[in-house]
């Protein structure tokens, strides 16, 4: 079935600099979705993507639509303390049925002051 | 707007046991859905439910089970609960249109001893 790989697996970075994550499938996708999950808590959703080469903003964060509609990515800049957290990108499972989202197994961003 | 709610915030049985896991969606969402989320790892999808109906559901042993019930809450019930089953529980809801788009409660912690 189709599954979502998310890159990197964690990553720990200084307090003010850019994070890029992305995300890919091997089938395509119609509709991206990132969503921030923190520590005890529900994803929250962050962006949703419905267009191929559709650039997105919401605040610091910026996601991209890829143009092959198998890839989407994730970009923080500046980055806060309080962007910690598990970040994971999902989309309608269009093999079976567009309403049951698979997600991706998550990026892990760690903050360092 | 009051968001998704759960209830329990925690739960601790022992093996064996029945558990009964709460979600109130979103006013105006038709859409329950129920992933679980075991230490570590990603979102499983569960069971999805729509107008009273189950939709879809995820690769999971019959003891999982749940309902809809008129006013759109949802009830999310684990029989003969095993130590595996110990996870974060979490109901999301959407509304008719745009089903993709799914917005989280803070989920139920099933601890199972």
């Known amino acids: 079935g189709q599954q979502l790989n998310q890159s990197p697996q964690s990553m720990f970075i200084q307090e003010g600099e850019d994070v890029s994550m992305n995300c890919t499938s091997s089938?395509?996708?119609?509709?991206w979705l990132w969503y921030k999950q923190d520590p005890g808590e529900g994803p929250v959703l962050l962006i949703a993507?419905?267009?191929?080469?559709e650039l997105t903003s919401n605040g610091r964060l910026t996601a991209q639509f890829g143009i092959t509609r198998k890839d989407s990515f994730l970009n923080i800049s500046a980055s806060i303390p309080s962007d910690v957290g598990i970040y994971f990108c999902?989309?309608?499972?269009?093999?079976?049925?567009?309403?049951?989202?698979?997600f991706g197994p998550g990026t892990s961003l760690s903050v360092i002051p | 707007e009051a968001g998704v709610t759960q209830s329990p915030t925690h739960l601790i049985k022992t093996r064996g046991q029945q558990a009964t896991l709460r979600c109130s969606p979103i006013?105006?969402?038709?859409?329950v859905y129920w992933y679980q989320q075991a230490l570590g790892l990603g979102l499983q999808f569960l069971l999805w439910?729509?107008?009273?109906?189950?939709?879809n559901r995820g690769n999971f042993p019959p003891r999982f089970s749940g309902r809809q019930f008129p006013n759109y809450s949802s009830e999310l019930n684990v029989n003969a609960l095993e130590l595996e089953d110990s996870a974060l529980y979490l109901c999301?809801?959407?509304?008719?249109?745009?089903?993709?788009?799914?917005?989280f409660g803070p989920g139920t912690r099933l601890l199972v001893l």
């Open positions: 999301a809801s959407s509304p008719d249109r745009g089903r993709e788009t799914q917005y």
């Open positions: 089938s395509i996708f119609n509709t």
């Open positions: 993507l419905y267009k191929a080469g």
């Open positions: 999902a989309g309608p499972n269009s093999e079976t049925s567009y309403d049951k989202v698979i």
């Open positions: 006013s105006g969402h038709t859409s």
């Open positions: 439910y729509d107008e009273g109906e189950e939709r």
